[in-house]
Structures are given as C-alpha cells and as structure tokens.
C-alpha cells in the first residue's frame, strides 16, 4: 500500500512552457486535491475532485488545469509556466465521509526560471 | 475573511519537556479542526483532529485544545522528543464542504 504517489519529486521549467504533475492513489478514497505550497506559507488550494468525473476550483486555480482520469488518478497541468508557479506542490486525497482525514504525497519540488 | 493563523513561528523546547503549539482560527463556524507534522522534504502527516462539538482530544503524547469561546486551537505534545522537531500546522474546516484552511505552520525544534 503506497498511499499517495507523486511524479516527478523535482522540475525545473523555464517560462512558458508546460507540463503535468502526476498523482496516483491506491487507497481507493473518493476525493483527491492538489495545494501548493510557498516558502513560510501554509497549503492552498488549486483544485479538487470530489469524485471520479468531477473538478471544481480550490482557493488559487488560475494557471492550472486537471483532470480526474479514474478513480486513482488525478493530474495537474501547467499549460504555460511562469515564474509565480515556483513551488512545492502536494496531492492528497480522502475518504468519502466529512471528517476523514486529508492523506498527502511527498510533494513535487517545481522551479521555473 | 477566513484566516488560520499561528502565534509563534518557531518554538524551541528542550527534549523532554512539554511542547505547546498554538492556533488562532476566524471563522466561528468551523466545525472541525486537524494538526498536521511536517518533516523536511516530505508531505504533511496526520496528528490528531478534533470536532467543534468536544474541547479536548488526546493521542500518543499528543493532546488538542479546542477553545470555542475565543476561537483558539492548541496541540500539546508532552515529553518532546528530537523526532518531534518538524513544521506543525493548524487548519480549520469553514462549512461542511471538504475545504481545509491551513496556517502558515510553526517550527518546532528540539534542543538535545
């Protein structure tokens, strides 16, 4: 049982062009997310999916796409990098149920220069 | 606006004592709390979570404090060991949805 499994640990990007951070679980929870993560700075919310075949906008989307390709598998894609983009980034996912708990991946360290 | 926001952003405790991480939350309406222990370079791991309708939860070595009245979470960790040396965030659930609102963490460090 890997839990949460990101791809790839590190990226350098330079400015405008694109790429896809991976995220598999094998818990096989409802729910999956996608924060970033800034230096000092608390998670905030990209996008989520409550559900297989659904997406909806978290607290900073602009920039971002994803896509909930099954139940185990939920991507983000940066169509043009920029240099704001610059961060640590974690997918987690969760239980059906409305207190269970968030469970993380080791996170995606992405440069853009 | 909805804010979690942590009073000391690094606390430094000598290994063996009692460590007190503190939480300050703004939206009276949150209804479920949760700590998460970050170690470097890794993803967020659960700590102990607690609902809006108790005051107190323990764990291992872990206890959280909730504190309706004036709004305020704490975690406790009691004989603090040099593992326990992590970042340490607070987050809040605003409504029933699944959104979580983070603080921006507490650095606590062990001294040998």
């Known amino acids: 049982n890997a839990g949460v499994t990101q791809t790839p640990k590190f990226q350098v990007l330079k400015t405008g062009q694109s790429m896809t951070l991976q995220c598999a679980q094998d818990?096989?929870?409802?729910?999956m997310y996608w924060y970033r993560q800034d230096p000092g700075m608390g998670l905030r919310l990209i996008y989520y999916?409550?559900?297989?075949?659904?997406?909806d906008k978290g607290e900073v989307p602009n920039g971002y796409n994803v896509s909930r390709l099954n139940k185990r598998e939920f991507s983000l894609r940066l169509e043009s990098a920029a240099p704001s983009q610059t961060s640590v980034y974690f997918c987690?996912?969760?239980?059906?149920?409305?207190?269970?708990?968030?469970?993380f991946g080791s996170g995606t360290q992405l440069s853009v220069l | 606006g909805e804010s979690v926001g942590l009073h000391l952003p690094t606390l430094s405790v000598q290994e063996g004592d009692n460590s007190i991480i503190n939480c300050a939350y703004s939206?009276?309406?949150?209804?479920?709390f949760i700590w998460y222990k970050q170690e470097s370079g890794k993803g967020p791991q659960f700590i102990i979570d607690?609902?809006?309708?108790?005051d107190k939860r323990q764990g291992q070595r872990v206890t959280v404090l909730l504190n309706k009245t004036v709004k305020h979470l704490s975690l406790q960790i009691a004989a603090t060991q040099p593992g326990d040396s992590a970042v340490y965030f607070c987050?809040?659930?605003?409504?029933?949805?699944?959104?979580?609102?983070f603080g921006s963490g507490t650095r606590l460090l062990v001294r040998p």
């Open positions: 987690a996912s969760r239980r059906m149920g409305t207190n269970e708990k968030l469970f």
């Open positions: 999916s409550a559900s297989e075949g659904t997406t």
């Open positions: 987050a809040e659930r605003p409504d029933s949805s699944y959104k979580l609102i």
């Open positions: 818990m096989n929870h409802n729910s």
């Open positions: 607690i609902r809006s309708n108790m």
């Open positions: 939206n009276s309406a949150s209804d479920y």
